[in-house]
């Protein structure tokens, strides 16, 4: 009993396809909402919840009705198909859109010098007199837009609250001399909120393009929710049960894969650090290999010929499955476990609240606040330190316990976001260490969550528990984005990775009290230590 490694491969590149949308999605949509359509954290962050919100009712729904399919081409082959050639479509369509704000953006001349003259290296940004300029010059360019009625005066009055008075509390009434680099984070935190402003103006000008580039993201996010399911569903319906550990990481591999190759796409094209570029390059790119991996996902899988080559193995090994009892929900649980049981799942949102925010934030606070030339090589660094992790996690779960493994991933992960906070643009450099860091500490805790979850069903209802750890995992991924933007916008960007830490640390006192969800220590071989759910 051999696992096909090629034919799991093939199935395997569905998922490839989800993964380098969702990748690409996270890194750059944020930036061009703040960036180039002038909304604010707090709405930024409403629009990335979108997908989640959808994720709540439609990964049930289309999992359920490709359950009852009966296609020529099989139950799950239809959904992929139409989902990603709809959703590619939509995301290339995007850059349209995007493109049209840039330019108006451009044409724009106050945002473009303002921001160009922020980012000059020939200028020491350090001395007092630079920001006493730049923001004498807001300040002229506020009066005008309000004597030309293009802003409000409520308008007016926010931007001196929330930006003129801030700068001029670090300033603290000096003229001259030098500042703190510490200092810059905050400035330079002040002074995006004006250019968003700025963007926001453009946008109320020519409402229509930001409608319709929400209206298309809409549709992308619509589709991608349409075959998600049935994508991660294909690999049990045609590979036998003792072999879907193995299967299941050779997946796992390659949506870690998409992920790096979404980010490298991103870097080569050189999107990764400025913020009034076209990304059209990246939609397109992004777009095209979706539609070139669904072309060979179609010539090498046979979903019909390959379900029945399993069925026929089951029935040559002995494996075809008995009928079990009906499944029993959580209140059927033993009062120590259901504690557990609502313990964890408490630890899954809680720690989803904190990394999450930052995954979405992180593209937009990394060139603002610490001006790294380019957000992608953080992700990138934690994607790879978390592929080599998988291997020595799954050991030391295996030795230590899966509870204890991941308290220690908690304290790791909790370290990392705790320190970005007190980095400047001095030591902005750290932030690929400690994301190195991040990313074998995420991988540790997702390594072993899941695992955790459902070790408590019974083999009836994996599903329902699966349903448990989604629902928690999706409410957080909700409301993250929502409430780290509102507290961005009220008190300082800054405020993202103390927000963070706060909710991954709260994880540990949860998961500590946890009793149960820890299995029996089995032998696994290198390939199964990639065997983790598919988040």
């Known amino acids: 009993m051999k696992l096909d490694y090629k034919k799991t491969f093939y199935i395997g590149l569905a998922f490839f396809i989800i993964t380098i949308f969702w990748q690409t999605y996270d890194s750059i949509i944020t930036k061009i909402l703040i960036d180039k359509f002038g909304l604010n954290q707090t709405w930024s962050g409403v629009v990335m919840a979108l997908d989640n919100v959808l994720a709540l009712f439609m990964l049930p729904l289309f999992g359920a009705l490709s359950d009852k399919s009966n296609r020529k081409r ?42 160009e003259a922020n980012h000059d290296e020939t200028v020491d940004r350090l001395e007092v007199d630079y920001w006493v300029t730049l923001v004498d010059q807001m300040t002229i360019e506020r009066d005008a837009a309000l004597d030309a009625d293009v802003i409000t005066q409520d308008r007016y009055e926010t931007w001196q609250t929330k930006v003129q008075d801030k700068i001029n509390v670090v ?142 193995d089951d029935k040559k090994w002995g494996l075809t499955e008995e009928e079990e009892d009906e499944a029993d929900d959580m209140q059927d649980l033993p009062r120590d476990k259901k504690i557990s049981l609502y313990l964890i799942l408490f630890s899954v949102f809680l720690w989803f609240m904190g990394y999450n925010a930052v995954m979405t934030k992180v593209s937009d606070y990394a060139p603002k606040i610490l001006q790294l030339s380019s957000f992608t090589i953080p992700l990138l660094i934690a994607n790879v330190t978390a592929i080599i992790a998988f291997i020595p996690i799954g050991i030391l779960s295996t030795k230590f316990g899966r509870r204890k493994t991941i308290l220690f991933g908690i304290v790791l992960l909790t370290l990392c976001f705790g320190s970005v906070f007190f980095l400047s643009q001095d030591t902005g450099w750290i932030m690929y260490i400690v994301f190195g860091l991040t990313g074998i500490g995420w991988a540790t805790i997702n390594v072993n969550s899941y695992p955790m979850v459902v070790e408590l069903a019974k ?33 300082h960007q800054k405020m993202l990775f103390p927000y963070a830490t706060f909710f991954v640390a709260l994880a540990f006192i949860t998961m500590f009290f946890t009793k149960h969800g820890d299995s029996k220590a089995e032998k696994k071989t290198l390939l199964e230590s990639f065997d983790v759910d598919m988040d």
């Open 171 to 312: 300033l603290d009434g000096r003229t001259t001399g030098m500042l703190e680099v510490s200092d810059l984070s905050y400035l330079d935190g002040y002074y995006n909120i004006y250019l968003s402003d700025l963007a926001w103006e453009v946008t109320v000008a020519n409402p229509l393009n930001f409608i319709i580039f929400v209206l298309v993201l809409l549709i992308a996010l619509v589709f991608m929710s349409i075959f998600r399911s049935p994508a991660v569903a294909l690999m049990p319906d045609v590979t036998m049960k003792p072999l879907r550990s193995k299967a299941n990481a050779v997946i796992n591999l390659m949506g870690a894969a998409a992920g790096v190759t979404a980010l490298v796409i991103l870097t080569v094209f050189g999107l990764g650090g400025k913020s009034y570029v076209h990304y059209t390059m990246a939609f397109v790119t992004v777009g095209v290999v979706m539609l070139i991996v669904l072309g060979i996902f179609l010539w090498k899988v046979n979903e019909p010929k390959m379900a029945e080559q399993r069925i026929a």
């Open 459 to 491: 083999g009836s209802n994996v599903g329902r528990y699966t349903g448990y750890y989604y629902s928690f995992s999706m409410a957080a991924q909700i409301i993250t984005p929502i409430l780290s933007g509102f507290l961005m916008d009220s008190i």
């Open 74 to 115: 099989g139950r799950r082959t239809p959904y992929v198909i139409v989902g990603t050639i709809v959703a590619a479509f939509a995301f290339m369509g995007l850059s349209y859109m995007d493109s049209v704000q840039t330019t108006r953006i451009q044409e724009t001349n106050t945002i473009i010098q303002l921001y």
